[in-house]
C-alpha cells in the first residue's frame, strides 16, 4: 500500500491542479489576512470559503483522477500485489495530496503574517478540519468512481452528494427546527449536527472562536457538549464513522468489482 | 500450466463465457481468436483475477487459482496503454519494479523498443504508440513462465513490431506458453503453434492453424476465419 501511495502522491503533486489548489487557498488566506488585519475574522471568512469548497473540490477532483487510475489500473492489479493495497494506496495518496495542499495554502500565508498564531487553536481546528473534510470526502469520490462505470453518473451523484451535505442538509435542519420550535429540541439539533461532517466541521470551528454566545439557548446546550470530555470523544468517534464506513465501502466494492 | 474449467461469466443479464474448458498444457504460442465481444478479453481477465467468474474453476499448475502471489508467474499485457500522466518513463517503470521486484530485462527492453529515447518524458507527452511501447516494456521486462498479451500490436510502427515479433518468437524457443489475442490474421500466421477460436463465449473451434485450413478448405487462416464467422451466421 505505501508503495503505491509513495507514487500516488508523486503524481499528484506534480499535476498543475494541484498547484492551482495550492495557490488559490494561499491568495485567499493572504489576501484575508494583509486586507482585514485581524486573525479571528479571517478565521470565520476562511471557515465558510473551507466548509464550502474543500468538500466541493476534494469530491470533483477526486473523482477526476480517480476516473483517470480506473483507466490504467490494470497494469497494477495484474501485479502480485492485493486490490486492498492498490485502491487503499491511492485513496491515502488522494487525500494527502490534497490535505498538504489545503494546510500549506492556510498555513504558509499565516506563517508571514504572524508566525506564534499557527499554534493558537483556532488556526489548528481550521486546518484539522480542512482535513478531515478532505480526506472523508476523497474517501466518497472514490467510492463513487468504483460505483459507477458511467462518469456522467458518477459525477452528478458526487455533486449531489456534495450539494446535500453542505447545503441543502442546512436548509432541512433549519426547518426541521422551526418547525418543532415549541419543543425541547437540543439533542435533535446536537444529533442532526453529528450526522453531517461539514455542519459537524462548522459548529466546531464556531465554538472555537467563543461565538456561541450568539446562539442563545441551544448555543449553551452546545457549549456545554462540545467542552466536555465526552462531546469531545462522540465527535472525534462521529468522524471516525464517517472515515471507516465510506472506506468499508470503498474497499468492499474494490474486492467485488470486476475490471 | 494453465487449465479452465468450464467458466462461466455473466454481467448482469448478458451471459459472456458459456461453460469455456481449455488447457494450455504445453509451451508454445496459442492465438485466442473471435469477433468483438466474443469473450477473449474476459476471459484473460478472468485468468488474472481482474474479472471474477460466476462459475467454473481456474487451475494453475493443477492448483486451484488463489490469492495475489501466483500472477508473480504470469506477464500480462493489457489491451489499452493508459498511465499516471504526471510520471515519466522512467518513473512508472519503477512504480512497477518496486511493486514486484527488480526486473531483469528492462534494459534490454528498452533498448529493443526504442524506448531509451523517451524515457524521461512524462507520460502524458506521449503518443499513442509510445505508449504501447511503454506497455511492452512494462509487461515483459519480468521472465515469467506465461505471457498473455491482449491485442500486442495496436499502434505499434514497423520497427516496433518486429522487434515484438522477434521477442515473442524468443520467447516460444525458451519454452514459455504465450497466450495471445489479436485481430491482425498476418501475426496469428505467422507466429501462431494453436488457434483457439471464441464465439458468443463458447470455444468453437481449437487446433492447430494446418488443421484449421484443411477443414475449411482455404488458402489461409483470415479466409478460414472469415468462414467460421460465415457458416455460424447461417446455422
Redesign the interface.
Known sequence: MI??F???F???I??RWTIVYLLFFILTCGGLLYLSGDSAKVVVSLMNVVILLVPLISMIYGMMYMY??R??V?????????RKSIFGGYVLGLSAALSVSVALGILIPLAFYDAPQIMSAQWLMLTAISILLTVIFSILASWLVLANENRLKGFGLGLFIWLLLAVIYDGIFLVTLIALEGFPIERLALSLTLLNPVDMGRVLLIFQLDYSALMGYTGAVFEKFFGTLSGSLIIGGAYLLWISIPLGFLLRKAR?K?? | MIEFKNIQKKFGKQHVLHGIDLKFNQPGIFAILGPNGSGKTTLIKSLMGMVHPTGGQILIDGQIKQGNEYRNNIAYLPQIARFPENLSVNEFLDFIENIRGKATRKVELMTAFGVNEFADKKLRALSGGMRQKVNLVSALMYDTQTIVLDEPTIGLDPVALIALKDWIRKEQGAGKTILLTTHIMDIVEELADEIVFLLDGKVYYRGSQQELLQKTNTPSTEHAIAQLLTLKKAS
Open positions: 508503495k503505491v509513495k507514487y500516488c508523486l503524481d499528484l506534480r499535476s483517470q487510475v483507466d490504467y490494470e497494469i497494477l492489479l495484474a501485479q502480485p500485489i492485493s467485488k470486476d475490471f
